[in-house]
Structures are given as structure tokens and as C-alpha cells.
């Protein structure tokens, strides 16, 4: 596999040997759409009655920027499904999400308008654009309601955002569709591309597929990398391919993303993780095994929070805390 070897000396051309832990913050788990034919958002939407509802609460997702912030985690993106909230509660969840945080983060919310993407850019670093496959006459069949050609006008309006995409490799692209990608790449001079292996879910046409075998997950991974070598790139994994990851590393992937890690954290998928990316000549920043010694309370009250807002974080903060420090494996979530 000499494409791996030649990903692996470009990779430690272009960057250091860290690597890290990207988390994805879901707002919802419902979707307006609910068209997309791999999507588990595809299968809910007949069977939430009250859309309303299908939402996370303010407070859990605050507690998840903290623990990205105090485990060392970086946030991948905050995301979530169409029109499930007012572009008003989206903006300020953002703000929320970015001040706790620290830092200007990513932003995966679907095509989002010149005006309201204006409100975003004081606390977003750049956009994300949920591509999944880029050959046109396959996208239009496994995503008919989200055009590419919408997520390319909002490139074209982005300004100085940083801009991206997620692939996902198992739809049925073939290798020849890869020139369309590395052309749609340079076309919007993207920063950084997120690949995931197919999930299969219960309910959708792709419910029986096995997803991509290794090396052909690998091959997309390692040949984005070789063709672009300053870009970054981020790979998914799950409970299910938690293997992987080393292998990710030598494919010239910057770090992983989709492993429930609040759900699997000090678990022996979690260990394998670290071992492996350690054996694969990488530094991990951040933990999935490990709680740190931190004041909990004290953190959450340095961030000035409304007082009944306050207290939901502190609760729900324990909730995840007790769930972590049981180191059972409880799934994947994502």
C-alpha cells in the first residue's frame, strides 16, 4: 500500500505529530429535510410528532463545550437539522457554545443565507458544508432535497470564513469520482475536509450495507492527503471501527471525529484508541480515558451564567460526569 507509506511522509512534511479528538456538538435530532437516504434524521421524521421537542436544551450543550475545553477535545462543529430552531436561538447557542469555549469554533447548520450568516461571524472561525457524496447524479439520488449547488453559493459569500466539507465514503462513489472532489476542493480553496465511513442505520436503504472495507476508506483518506498536503483533514470513527484509528493516523488524517466519547469514555475501545494512535508514531492532546482533577462548580460559575441556567449546567454536568467515570460502554450515539 505505497499510498499510505507516501500520506504518511507528506503528513510529516506539512505538520507536527499531534493529534486530537474533534467533537461534534448536535443541537437536534430531528430534520426538516429527513430526505437524505443514509441519514438517521431520515427515519424520525414520521415518528416525531412534536418537532419541537427534538431538540438538546441549552444547558447540555453548554456542558459539552466545557468538557471539550477542560478534556482537551476540540470542537469539530456545532450542527444539527433543519429549521428545528429560530436563526435568532441558533446564533446565540453559538455565542454560548464559542465564549465557554474560548475560541471562535465551526459551523455545520445546512445552507445558511448572506444575512443570517453575518450574525454568525463574530463567534464562528469558518463553515461547514455537508457534501456527503460529490459525484452530481448520486448526490441528487442519496441527497435530493440538499443541492450542492446551494452549499456552493454560500462558499461564494463566506468572506474570510474558513471553509469545509464532510464526504462519506460508502454511498456508492467510485474511485473515479475523486477528481471530482480534489477539483471542487481547489474550485473553493477549502481548509479542511471531514471523512466519515458509512454507519449503517436501522430504517434506511443503506441498513444492510457494511460500509466501506478499511482499505477503501483509507484509499480516500491518504490520496486527499498526497494531493493536498497543507490541508486538514479529519476522519470519523465509531464503537464499530474504533480500530481504525491508528490506521487513520497513517493515512495522513490531523485527528478524529464521531466516536462517542462521552458515552465510551475509559472504555477499552477508548484505550485502544490512544494506544494505537500512540503506536502509530502520533502524540494525542486531550483524553477519552482519562477525567482530569477540575473544579467542576467553580467553572461552571466563572461563566456567569443565568441563575436557573446555571444550576441546570451544574446538574447535567454530574449526569455526564457519573456516566464517564463508569468507563462502561454504552453505545454510540452519533
Given at each position: 500500500m505505497d499510498y499510505l507509506e507516501k500520506a504518511q511522509e507528506v503528513y510529516r512534511e506539512n505538520f507536527n505529530n499531534e493529534t486530537w479528538y474533534g467533537r461534534?456538538?448536535?443541537?437536534?435530532?430531528?430534520?426538516?429535510?429527513?430526505?437524505?437516504?443514509?441519514?438517521?434524521?431520515?427515519?424520525?421524521?414520521?415518528?416525531?410528532?412534536?418537532?419541537a421537542?427534538?431538540?438538546?436544551?441549552?444547558?447540555?450543550?453548554?456542558?459539552?463545550?466545557?468538557?471539550?475545553?477542560?478534556?482537551?477535545?476540540?470542537?469539530?462543529?456545532?450542527?444539527?437539522?433543519?429549521?428545528?430552531?429560530?436563526?435568532?436561538?441558533?446564533?446565540?447557542?453559538?455565542?454560548q457554545v464559542s465564549n465557554v469555549f474560548?475560541?471562535?469554533?465551526?459551523?455545520?447548520?445546512?445552507?445558511?443565507?448572506?444575512?443570517?450568516?453575518?450574525?454568525?461571524?463574530?463567534?464562528?472561525?469558518?463553515?461547514?458544508?455537508?457534501?456527503?457524496?460529490?459525484?452530481?447524479?448520486?448526490?441528487?439520488?442519496?441527497?435530493?432535497?440538499?443541492?450542492?449547488?446551494?452549499?456552493?453559493?454560500?462558499?461564494?459569500?463566506?468572506?474570510?470564513?474558513?471553509?469545509?466539507?464532510?464526504?462519506?465514503?460508502?454511498?456508492?462513489?467510485?474511485?473515479?469520482?475523486?477528481?471530482?472532489?480534489?477539483?471542487?476542493?481547489?474550485?473553493?480553496k477549502l481548509d479542511r475536509i471531514t471523512f466519515y465511513a458509512l454507519k449503517p442505520v436501522k430504517g434506511t436503504a443503506f441498513e444492510n450495507s457494511l460500509g466501506p472495507n478499511t482499505d477503501n476508506y483509507l484509499w480516500w483518506i491518504a490520496n486527499t492527503r498526497i494531493r493536498f498536503p497543507k490541508m486538514e483533514i479529519i476522519a470519523g470513527t465509531t464503537s464499530k471501527r474504533y480500530e481504525e484509528v491508528g490506521e487513520l493516523m497513517k493515512a495522513g488524517a490531523n485527528a478524529f471525529t464521531k466516536f462517542s466519547a462521552t458515552k465510551m469514555f475509559g472504555t477499552k475501545q477508548a484505550f485502544r484508541i490512544e494506544k494505537d494512535i500512540k503506536k502509530s508514531g502520533r502524540k494525542m492532546f486531550g483524553t477519552i480515558t482519562k477525567l482530569p482533577i477540575v473544579e467542576w462548580n467553580k467553572e461552571i460559575e466563572a461563566l456567569k451564567l443565568e441563575k436557573e441556567l446555571e444550576k441546570d449546567v451544574k446538574e447535567k454536568m454530574n449526569i455526564y460526569l457519573n456516566r464517564m467515570r463508569d468507563g462502561k460502554e454504552c453505545g454510540d450515539d452519533e
Open positions: 461534534c456538538i448536535f443541537l437536534s435530532w430531528y430534520c426538516d429535510l429527513g430526505t437524505c437516504k443514509f441519514c438517521f434524521r431520515s427515519t424520525q421524521k414520521h415518528k416525531i410528532k412534536f418537532a421537542n427534538a431538540k438538546r436544551t441549552l444547558s447540555s450543550v453548554i456542558v459539552e463545550a466545557l468538557l471539550c475545553k477542560k478534556l482537551g477535545w476540540r470542537i469539530e462543529f456545532l450542527t444539527g437539522g433543519y429549521k428545528i430552531f429560530p436563526n435568532k436561538d441558533l446564533v446565540e447557542m453559538t455565542k474560548g475560541e471562535k469554533i465551526w459551523l455545520n447548520l445546512g445552507v445558511i443565507n448572506l444575512e443570517d450568516l453575518d450574525q454568525f461571524r463574530p463567534y464562528i472561525m469558518g463553515i461547514v458544508s455537508s457534501i456527503e457524496t460529490i459525484n452530481p447524479e448520486l448526490h441528487k439520488e442519496i441527497c435530493p432535497d440538499k443541492d450542492i449547488e446551494s452549499y456552493e453559493k454560500m462558499f461564494s459569500y463566506a468572506g474570510d470564513l474558513k471553509k469545509s466539507i464532510t464526504i462519506v465514503i460508502g454511498l456508492g462513489e467510485k474511485k473515479e469520482d475523486f477528481e471530482l472532489l480534489c477539483n471542487f476542493i481547489e474550485k473553493h
